[in-house]
């Protein structure tokens, strides 16, 4: 129990949480408990919402003349009213919010007198009674009996105009989640999407998996690395940036179809796309081709999004996103012809290529970097905005894909392949490479360029190359970036809108 100032003197100064640490040591002085843990709900706001729903049957004399069983009911003081021996209050639960009533005549006086003098909004208070209705009709708990549960020694913001500052709603989100129902909801509907994703693939023999968050070397991407310590070791240790090469590691192990729900971490800048810590799916299947994984991707999405919002065709921004029709197909070398106005003798050569990118107003990295990264800049910069309903883009350059097989008859060029929603990238599609010999050379490749000072190369991890060299069956790989769909599925425009506690800058005191 927590011990509290029990004088009953009022504060001297009229701040408000003052006033309100006085109205707890009042609550103390009468009889009450600071902070108890003793009252356990026996309903909800919807069930009796629900239950008392006819007007008909259950009008305001059918509930005086038969009064309802006693009721508990816990939640938060959203509304406070009060008209002389009259109280009306609405308590919002986990569920929803409901009216509850208080009167001298009901209540008795002591109650009434304690609740009147003791309680504010954004209280937390369990009450019992029975179901009544008020003249105008609304569905109200009758309260014989309250308990103040968590005295609210804060005001909530104004309830007519809520948080608008955006960024006070990132730093605070209890605050948030406490007044807009809007935002309960998007994480409600993420909640739900994850669940619906690991119904699809457990149904369909995935098994979730779960791998190392620290990592000697971070692999599975190029990314920048958080990095830190582990004192009792003496050990320099990464933050994972993906949980790929562990996967990998599963299926030479003998698991065939393994997925894995992760938050990785990646030391790169903060925008509406991108926050330091996100979640990703990722899953391979054995036997499995980047065609494969793209239809099955296909079928995840269309079962997520109907299952989620109820519907094949979702909102987002100006735009109605319809995931019923095949997914577009279209390689990387079409869209930059087609797209983005480049000609064939254009992207022949990586001087015509950088020439032509400049011109369109592309800013391409002095000296420049290889041909195939020059083609994906373009990608990136000129076609990827244009991408609104659900595209597949294919094949890219082996210098920017150094886990991916390469297409047979098409050196240089990989069996990758990227979906684009709403004009950003959402997920990556892969026949996996599991030539050892190819695989340690594209490693080779990866040291070169770290050596020069690419901080996001990727290391070579010869444990891994090991591992393939025991035998890694051939494989489909998926990643899919669950915070960037959660942004689709509820029309979100910002990733710290989809992350309940993004990561801030702290505010100078």
């Not at 009889?31 to 706001?45: D, L, M, Q, R």
């Not at 958080?226 to 004192?231: A, L, M, P, V, Y």
């Not at 393994?258 to 030391?267: A, D, I, K, T």
């Not at 400049?358 to 990136?380: H, I, M, N, R, W």
Request: proline share 6%; net charge negative; hydrophobic share 40%.
């Amino acid at each position: 129990m927590s011990t509290v100032n029990t004088t009953p003197d009022a504060p001297e100064i009229s701040d408000l949480r003052a006033q309100r640490e006085f109205k707890l040591n009042e609550y103390v002085r009468r009889g009450g408990e600071a902070y108890p843990n003793g009252f356990t709900p026996n309903a909800t706001t919807v069930q009796l919402a629900e239950t008392y729903a006819d007007a008909q049957t259950y009008s305001q004399q059918a509930l005086h003349d038969a009064p309802t069983p006693v009721f508990k009911l816990a939640g938060r003081v959203m509304l406070l009213r009060a008209f002389g021996k009259l109280i009306f209050a609405r308590i919002q639960d986990g569920a929803g919010q409901l009216q509850i009533s208080l009167s001298v005549d009901a209540s008795g006086a002591e109650v009434f007198g304690l609740f009147n003098d003791c309680i504010d909004m954004g209280d937390i208070i369990g009450v019992e009674g029975p179901m009544s209705r008020t003249n105008k009709g609304e569905l109200t708990l009758s309260v014989q009996k309250f308990t103040l549960l968590t005295k609210g020694l804060q005001p909530l913001p104004d309830k007519y105009h809520g948080m608008a500052d955006v960024e006070a709603r990132y730093r605070q989100r209890y605050l948030d989640l406490i007044t807009s129902p809007e935002t309960r909801h998007v994480f409600e509907v993420r909640s739900r999407a994850i669940s619906a994703i690991r119904g699809f693939l457990d149904d369909r023999g995935f098994l979730e998996v779960e791998t190392p968050v620290l990592q000697v070397q971070a692999g599975g991407a190029s990314a920048r690395p958080f990095k830190t310590h582990h004192n009792a070791l003496d050990l320099e240790l990464n933050m994972r940036i993906a949980p790929e090469l562990f996967l990998k590691r599963l299926l030479v192990g003998g698991f065939e179809r393994v997925y894995e729900l992760s938050r990785n971490f990646r030391n790169e800048g903060i925008s509406v796309k991108h926050n330091p810590e996100f979640t990703m799916l990722e899953f391979y299947s054995a036997y499995g081709t980047r065609e494969d994984a793209m239809q099955l991707m296909e079928e995840m999405l269309r079962h997520t999004v109907t299952k989620v919002c109820g519907n094949h065709a979702i909102p987002y921004g100006e735009h109605v996103i319809d995931f019923a029709p095949d997914f577009v197909k279209m390689t990387m070398r079409d869209a930059l012809l087609n797209l983005a106005g480049f000609t064939e003798a254009e992207l022949e050569h990586i001087d015509g290529l950088a020439a032509a990118a400049k011109a369109k107003g592309v800013d391409v990295p002095t000296p420049l970097p290889s041909y195939g990264e020059v083609f994906q800049l373009c990608f990136e910069e000129l076609v990827e905005k244009q991408l609104i309903q659900p595209t597949y883009i294919m094949d890219y350059p082996i210098e920017t894909s150094p886990l991916v097989r390469q297409i047979p008859g098409r050196h240089g060029w990989t069996q990758r392949a990227e979906l684009y929603i709403a004009g950003r990238e959402h997920g990556e599609f892969y026949s996996e490479l599991n030539d050892p010999i190819d695989q340690r050379s594209r490693f080779e490749r990866q040291a070169e360029q770290a050596r020069k000072g690419n901080a996001e190369a990727m290391p070579f991890d010869h444990d891994f190359l090991n591992a393939l060299e025991v035998g890694m069956p051939p494989a489909l790989g998926v990643g899919l970036g669950i915070d960037r769909l959660a942004m689709l599925l509820t029309n979100q425009p910002s990733i710290r809108d989809v992350l309940l506690f993004p990561l801030m800058k702290p505010k100078a005191e």
